[in-house]
């Protein structure tokens, strides 16, 4: 994080000297501390991040593949004058453990277009679906699968 502070100084000044690195040096570390005293952050979070940059850059790729099938899902859904939408409201558990991951499988749910994360009590989810049809294996969707590898190893 300290590291990205820097780099949006350096960024933000739109050149670079000794003097505004010295600068930045400065104000991204006070940033940080800031950071990390106030908002219970802490170093050891930065390494889980760098640890799973792959698996998350993985996650974030398959999020915005999942978007674009959605997409055409819908659109045949909406413009197919003969299939009429039969909404649905699913209720699923999870075996994800950790705030992050729960919550990030909730925002996945919810920009995939056709479905929408109602509500989110510890490991359960409710999902409003456009169809039923695309409610079908939500609870064992590509999400929770690379959620899971993502924080296999994080106790």
């Not at 590291?3 to 570390?29: K, R």
């Not at 099938?69 to 649905?88: G, R």
């Amino acid at each position: 994080m300290f590291i990205l502070f820097f780099l949006i100084w350096v960024i933000f000044n739109g050149q670079f000297t000794a003097e505004i690195a010295a600068f930045g040096v400065v104000i991204a570390g006070v940033m940080y501390w800031f950071l990390c005293k106030f908002f219970n952050y802490s170093p050891r979070y930065d390494l889980f991040l760098w640890r799973k940059a792959p698996l998350l850059l993985h996650y974030l790729f398959t999020l915005v593949a999942e978007i674009l099938k959605a997409n055409i899902t819908v659109f045949k859904l909406i413009y197919t004058a003969e299939y009429e939408l039969e909404p649905a409201v699913v209720h699923f558990r999870t075996d994800l453990r950790t705030t992050f991951a729960r919550v990030l499988l909730a925002n996945s749910i919810t920009l995939t277009p056709g479905t929408i994360t109602v509500a989110l009590t510890g490991n359960e989810y409710t999902v409003h679906c456009l169809d039923k049809e695309l409610a079908e294996g939500i609870s064992s969707s590509v999400f929770v699968k690379l959620l899971e590898k993502i924080e296999k190893d994080l106790s």
